[in-house]
């Protein structure tokens, strides 16, 4: 294991600790940020505490966080969401994770989430393949996505229908929704994680920020998957995100441009 998995790992087990202190607290502090979203004392908390972390064991890379933006100009960029699924996590819902990722310069080269209310870690970096570890299991499991190769063979995942209209793939909703075998909205970090498991085929969500992606990337990839924005192009770079497990790439994005999905 590398020495930035090895930190991004630890940074994990920090976050699990503070946000699991306050999962379900009757005194939780919850706000409503300008955009509308809450924010809970523990996204702050967390945020900070990783924040802090950093900066004593990567003192010249930078940091981009969901709760307090960007800190310091190096090429190296740790991307944090230190709750992401905050409205689960204020309702007590357990799908909710800390996502943590490395970039140096455009590629994301490590992706952790951490979903401790469900036992639940994933993790990746380049050349190092896609792990997961799980309550029931004693050491970590390679991840590896499925073989499916049709959309009427495959299980589809998104969060809801916000965003969809806005980015003009409505239709396409409705296209996977109808085509697909099966649809479930297990929502955020989780569909994605489930794509690079191989128990998922399509996870596609319209509005993401970089923090809400970054995390994601390597784990897909590494687990043979891909994750692009809606129009093929990079997700960091198009606020959305389709995962596939590779096979059902073109034509999920076909369906989602509004064409045929058979057409190449």
Excluded: C
């Excluded at 943590?100 to 952790?112: A, F, H, Q, R, Y």
Aim: glycine share 10%; net charge negative.
């Amino acid at each position: 294991m590398n020495d930035d998995l090895a930190l991004a790992l630890t940074l994990a087990d920090l976050a699990d600790e503070l946000s699991l202190s306050r999962f379900r607290a009757a005194d939780l502090v919850v706000e409503t940020k300008p955009d509308f979203t809450p924010v809970s004392e523990a996204d702050r908390a967390v945020e900070q505490a990783l924040r802090t972390a950093l900066g004593e064991a990567r003192p010249d890379d930078s940091i981009l966080g969901e709760e307090y933006g960007i800190e310091g100009t190096g090429r190296r960029r740790w991307i944090l969401d230190p709750i992401d699924g905050t409205k689960n996590y204020v309702r007590g819902v357990p799908v909710w994770s800390t996502l943590i990722g490395l970039m140096d310069g455009d590629e994301v080269i490590v992706g952790v989430v951490s979903a401790p209310a469900l036992g639940r870690r994933w993790w990746a970096a380049r050349g190092e393949g896609a792990w997961s570890s799980e309550p029931h299991r004693p050491e970590p499991r390679r991840l590896r996505v499925s073989g499916v190769g049709t959309l009427a063979d495959a299980s589809f995942s998104f969060s809801d229908p916000v965003g969809w209209s806005e980015r003009g793939a409505a239709e396409g909703l409705d296209v996977l929704l109808h085509d697909t075998w099966r649809q479930r909205a297990y929502g955020d970090f989780w569909s994605h994680m489930m794509v690079a498991e191989g128990v998922v085929d399509i996870a596609a969500e319209p509005q993401l920020e970089t923090y809400d992606m970054a995390a994601l990337i390597p784990i897909i990839e590494e687990a043979g998957g891909r994750i692009t924005a809606y129009d093929g192009g990079s997700a960091l770079g198009g606020g959305s995100a389709v995962t596939t497990n590779g096979r059902l790439h073109s034509s999920v994005l076909s369906v989602l441009s509004g064409q045929d999905p058979a057409t190449p």
